[in-house]
């Protein structure tokens, strides 16, 4: 990329961010352009679609999810690893707005390079883990556990205390597929 190209990137990035933020996963790509100062051909270029342009503002917070995923999948109890991997993306879909509206959107396979699919992959193991200590409901699968998480994400997304909320709900359905005795 040139240089004016990378600079445009970076502040599309930083102005799709912003309006995610406010105005959810629905946000006119056209109104970002305009507020970055760029043409609506400069926006499509670099997010040919809206699902584009909601992977790159989420690409951080997902890869953070998929990295603690990946430090969880040898810990001790599997149970309580799943159970932070859950809490922890449920937090981060309540709270960053527009996430959960993309994790729904998301049906590409697991190994597209999509939010879910990167999720999926990065949160099978913990539960295929957890599954197999016979902490888990026979047949819950990682797409289970995603499509909870942004059910309760939707449910709470925008609201005051959101992450509160969220976890206490997601306390609630984790003790109805991961009773705590195997």
């Known amino acids: 990329m040139r240089a004016d190209a990378r600079r445009n990137y970076a502040r599309l990035l930083e102005v799709a961010a912003e309006a995610v933020a406010v105005q959810g996963a629905d946000v006119s790509l056209e109104q970002i352009g305009r507020t970055a100062g760029v043409g609506s051909g400069t926006v499509r270029r670099h997010f040919p679609t ?40 449920t937090a981060s879909a309540a709270t960053f707005r527009g996430l959960a509206f993309a994790l729904i959107q ?58 509160a909320e969220a976890h206490r709900l997601l306390v609630l359905v984790m003790a109805g597929i991961s009773p705590r005795t195997p």
């Open 50 to 89: 809206r699902r584009a342009l909601l992977e790159a503002v989420f690409q951080e917070k997902v890869e953070a999810l998929c990295d603690q995923a990946r430090d969880l999948a040898g810990a001790a109890d599997p149970r309580a690893a799943l159970l932070e991997w859950a809490g922890a993306v």
């Open 106 to 163: 998301d049906h590409s396979p697991p190994e597209a390079h999509c939010s879910t699919g990167r999720l999926t992959q990065a949160g099978d193991p913990l539960v295929r883990r957890a599954a197999a200590a016979g902490v888990l409901t026979p047949g819950v699968t990682v797409t289970d556990v995603l499509s909870l998480v942004t059910g309760i994400a939707l449910a709470t997304e925008g609201r005051p205390g959101a992450a």
